[in-house]
């Protein structure tokens, strides 16, 4: 596959260059020259097929041949232990993206990209340098992405005293090939310092440099993979038993009463998947709209915000205009200008994306609100930004299906759920008691943070950056 810049279709790049720089020079995105299709044999079987074979199927056409398919077979294998469960809680399915081991779906594409890196590297003799500016969620999912992988160092730097204790132990809890740089100052801080140490060409003498951030395609195909997988399994009319870190109250809900594989004649058989995305930089939402061109069962989408409600706005009005951000509860989604919109409009038209997306804004309160009833209801466990997009639903059946419990939109229909609860225990727990914490989050807790704390100043960057590389 060869990938252009959104900003400049003449010079096309490999699936290497693409992952390896980020971002293309011009300042434009990587996208792939044509979205792929799923051979027939392969989206006929998508309901049966295993994880990580559909994982294989899917990243697949996006990396042939620079990653070949044994080694790509082996890094299915190694990035995703867990899988993505499609399961019932009340009227609606949820797709759980939070079995990773930092509980949010960023799981999916740090994992593999770290893997992708290594392997594009492997006849280098100088190790890759990651740099990474994070307000939380971000750092957590690539620190442990890249934890342990060989010919690569990463730095996360995030604002000192401004992540809570459990994302501050995910970043800096690793150790080994991972370090942690507590800036004194704000994400925005940590942002330009990272954006001065790419332009420092003093620093790139001694360091080959790269991002991780989400603008990157290694990160975004993978995302694709539980697209494929849960609308092939909610065509086959199948649904997934509860994994180990469902949220679920089992007093409450009786449990979940389905077997794998056992429900072959749920109602919405036949009948193409509507799913729901809880979105920010919309990087998530991109890689759904890939995985329905690649033929992936899916009728459509509903793009929930909260009241960054850009794109939203955007498909209501066919008018772009970015904004600041504004703090809301679901924060890994407080976007005003979501970085891949650019590809999204790259792909396609304003009309085709207003087929293919109703965007539906929620507030805060709308948000805390459905995270009681939810759980008073089903005992399912919502986080704040699964919460979002639950709503979403709700909003989108039309005021006559009520605020909760309405019916399915034309056959059936899931929300993601992009993070555990429990990572926003002091949101959901006031609303519903305390959620059950999954062993991942329990592990990270126990870990000791260990950062060292440098001044918002390029100066002390390079220096402890300079440290690290050369310890005598
Ligand atoms: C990053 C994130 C989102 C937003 O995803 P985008 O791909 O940026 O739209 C939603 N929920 C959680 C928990 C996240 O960490």
């Not at 749920?266 to 939402?285: E, I, M």
């Not at 709209?289 to 009005?317: C, E, H, Q, S, W």
């Amino acid at each position: 596959m060869r990938y252009y810049s959104t900003r400049n279709r003449t010079d096309p790049v490999s699936f290497a260059t693409a992952a390896l720089t980020g971002l293309a020079p011009d300042g434009g995105l990587f996208v792939p020259e044509a979205i792929p299709q799923f051979p027939q044999a392969v989206r006929s079987s998508l309901g049966t097929m295993d994880f990580h074979d559909i994982a294989f199927e899917t990243i697949r056409p996006y990396v042939h041949p620079e990653i070949p398919d044994t080694v790509l077979g082996d890094m299915v294998l190694s990035a995703y232990p867990f899988t993505a469960p499609l399961i019932e809680a009340g009227d609606r399915l949820v797709l759980e993206l939070f079995h990773g081991p930092t509980a949010a779906f960023k799981d999916f594409g740090a994992r593999f990209m770290a893997r992708a890196f290594s392997y594009l590297r492997r006849n280098e003799e100088q190790p890759l340098h990651i740099l990474v500016a994070t307000s939380g969620d971000t750092g957590g999912a690539v620190a442990d992405g890249f934890f342990g992988i060989e010919g690569i160092s990463v730095t996360v730097l995030y604002p000192k005293g401004r992540v809570s204790p459990l994302q501050e132990r995910q970043i800096a809890g690793l150790g080994g090939n991972i370090s942690a740089l507590a800036v004194e100052g704000s994400f925005d801080d940590c942002q330009a310092l990272v954006k001065a140490a790419f332009a420092d060409a003093d620093l790139r003498k001694h360091l080959a440099l790269s991002s991780a951030n989400s603008i990157n395609v290694s990160r975004l195909i993978p995302q694709a993979v539980y697209y494929a997988a849960a609308s092939g399994r909610a065509l086959a009319g199948r649904v997934d038993p509860d994994g180990d870190a469902t949220p679920r109250d089992q007093a409450k809900s009786g449990g979940n009463s389905r077997e794998d594989g056992a429900s072959g004649g749920l109602p919405w058989k036949g009948v193409p998947l509507t799913v729901c995305v809880p979105s920010g930089n919309f990087g998530n939402l991109t890689a759904g709209l890939y995985a329905m061109g690649m033929g992936a069962p899916i009728r459509r989408f509903i793009a929930a915000t909260n009241i960054n409600k850009t794109v939203p706005d955007y498909l209501a009005t066919g008018d772009y205009r970015v904004r600041p951000s504004q703090a809301t509860i679901s924060n890994a989604m407080d976007v005003g200008a979501p970085s891949n919109f650019e590809r999204m409009a790259a792909h396609w038209s304003y009309e085709e994306l207003r087929r293919m997306i109703q965007g539906i804004p929620v507030t805060d309160d709308e948000t805390r609100s459905t995270i009681a009833a939810v759980h008073e209801r089903y005992g399912y466990y919502l986080d704040p930004h699964g919460a979002v997009g639950w709503k979403a639903i709700d909003k989108a059946a039309g005021p006559a299906n009520g605020p909760i419990g309405g019916a399915p939109i034309d056959g059936p229909v899931a929300v993601l759920a992009t993070a555990h609860p429990a990572k926003f225990a002091e949101t959901v727990e006031p609303l519903t008691g305390p959620p059950p914490v999954p062993a991942s989050l329990k592990k990270a807790m126990e870990r000791e943070p260990n950062a060292r704390t440098i001044p918002a100043d390029i100066s002390a960057l390079k220096e402890a950056l300079i440290s690290l590389k050369d310890p005598l």
